[in-house]
């Protein structure tokens, strides 16, 4: 079991920043990847970035290349998702998410955290 805990959501106006953490605990020996998601009203839950263990590879959305950036603290067990140029439609519950079973930053992913709310205002 890997237990996950995001932080770092909130209200920001158009054009500005916000960084999320992601605190794994538990089975944090197995992780593998570790990746961000995100779901918006009314919509499916979508893949936003990717980080892999084992060679630091990364993959992005297509609609957060250049402005995302994901990266991680191997001693804190923790993987950070740095997000500049935020848009209205960046409005959404961000969720962390933990991969065990292969290596890969687009997973699949086994273990979800409970999510934090990223609002974006105009």
């Known amino acids: 079991q890997v237990q996950l805990v995001e932080s770092g959501g909130g209200l920001v106006q158009v054009g500005g920043s916000l960084r999320l953490s992601c605190a794994a605990s538990?089975?944090?020996?197995?992780?593998?990847?570790m990746g961000w998601f995100r779901q918006a009203p009314g919509k499916e839950r979508e893949f936003v970035a990717g980080?892999?263990?084992?060679?630091?590879?990364?993959a992005y959305a297509d609609f957060v290349k250049g402005r995302f950036t994901i990266s991680r603290d191997n001693a804190k067990n923790t993987v950070y998702l740095q997000m500049n140029s935020l848009k209205p439609e960046d409005t959404a519950v961000y969720y962390c998410?933990?991969?065990?079973?292969?290596?890969?930053?687009?997973?699949?992913?086994?273990?979800w955290g409970q999510g934090t709310q990223v609002t974006v205002s105009s």
């Open positions: 980080l892999s263990w084992n060679i630091g590879s990364t």
């Open positions: 998410a933990a991969a065990l079973s292969r290596f890969g930053p687009l997973g699949p992913y086994d273990y």
């Open positions: 538990g089975r944090t020996f197995s992780t593998k990847a």
